[in-house]
């Protein structure tokens, strides 16, 4: 037997896929619609699915208890539905669609566009009188429409993806937003972003072969663009020697991914495709992610290259004295075994750990990139020969002046049993 406690939870929905897809489905239940039961009532009987070039996606649907009501069923960019449809539902009512109605069908998608909200139009098709719908393509299909309606869905960004861009920006790092959504709803997410600022270019995907390089660099949204033009913005970039980062999360984005000098992938929403092609896969599809790489990327660079710059100067230091006083006449304090364990000790173990559990520099992120630069360039071994003669002048100064009996030694270095320099000397 099993016994039931009164336990009060309260259950939370999580799309599962393409949360385009998740909030038309919540809005077809907000309208009355239960999806399970449309699914049980109709069956579908053809798809042409979504196509980057036109935007726009059917499925043709029948009734199972009549097999005589069928519709074709078209979403996509809303301009691109508006050219195929010639009516307009209203109220029940089936009118005329014209071109001043259109117009303004089109006003009021470009202000929902500039308040940020994603849009789509819907339209339908009465199939009925169609006999042979296995040798219907979709170019027959998708004609003299009935427009529905457009849906404006808000896809807010991230909190955190405005700090990462601004921080990807101190580096020296350039953002550019490549979407499919129409260019005023880019662009007003994008200057939410920080990717977009006065001066910057929204050009669409169609008019990017007619942009010089000045104006290509001052582009920060690309906007209704197919997969072709994401592989001319990486080339036209790649062009100019720019070293380019490219994200994706589609099977169409495989050959862009490939083309970029770094492909990232989404490890949640990203296809088998994206992932195979990709360099790296971001596993939380975060962009603020990408940014922490890079952060971590250029700390361990600077850690390696301050580990590498501190014991090469050191070694330089170090050989040259005492190489030096091997030639002085009476001179054996290096001859013990023991001065040598006490300077390597001292000299080579606490200073070393403490540069390798030191943690990132604040400014990692302020620095320029980097393009095959080496660890060490001409300017840091000029500073790393100064600092190792200044080093070794501490060092010969702290020798002759304790030797000399300016500095006393301490009882240790008396006791002759212990001490590590020769009585002798």
Known sequence: KVRLKNV????????????????LLVLSEKAGYINYDLKEKYEILKEFSFSSEIKRMTTICKHKLNPKDIYAFTKGAPERILEISNKIEV??????????????????????????????AVAYKNMEKIKDLDSLDREKTETNLIFLSFVSILDPPRPDVRSAVEESESGGIKTVMITGDHP????????????????????????ISNLDDNDFNRVS???????SDKEKIV?????????????????????ALKLANAGIAMGITGTDVAKETADMVISDDNFSSIVKGVKIGRGLFAKIRTIIYFFICLNIM???????????????????????????????????????????PS??????????????????????????????LGLVLVLQLTLGGIFPLNEWNLNSYISYIPFDA
């Not at 400014?363 to 080093?391: C, G, H, S, T």
Request: charged fraction near 25%; glycine fraction near 6%.
């Open 184 to 207: 005023a709803t880019a662009k007003t997410i994008a200057a939410q972003m920080r990717i977009y600022k006065e001066g910057d270019l929204v050009v669409e995907g169609a008019n």
């Open 363 to 392: 400014d990692v992120m302020k620095e320029p990139p980097r393009d095959e630069q080496q660890l060490l360039n001409k300017n840091m071994w000029f500073m790393m020969l100064i600092q190792a003669l200044l080093m070794g």
């Open 91 to 120: 109220n029940g009512e089936i009118k005329a669609l014209g071109k001043d109605l259109k117009e303004e069908l089109l006003k009021k998608i470009q202000l929902r566009a500039n308040q940020g909200y994603r849009i789509l």
């Open 235 to 255: 080339e036209n970039y790649q062009s100019q020697n720019h070293i380019c980062a490219m994200t994706g999360d589609g099977i169409n984005d495989a050959l």
């Open 318 to 360: 170090e050989a040259t004295i005492f190489f030096t006083y091997e030639f002085i006449p009476f001179f054996d304090l290096f001859s013990s075994e023991w001065q040598h364990i006490y300077i390597f000790g001292i000299v080579h173990s606490l200073p070393a750990l403490a540069l390798v559990i030191d943690k990132h």
């Open 221 to 227: 949204v690309f906007a209704r663009v197919d997969p």
């Open 8 to 23: 009060n939870e309260i259950a939370v929905r999580k799309a599962l896929g393409s949360p385009t897809e998740a909030a």
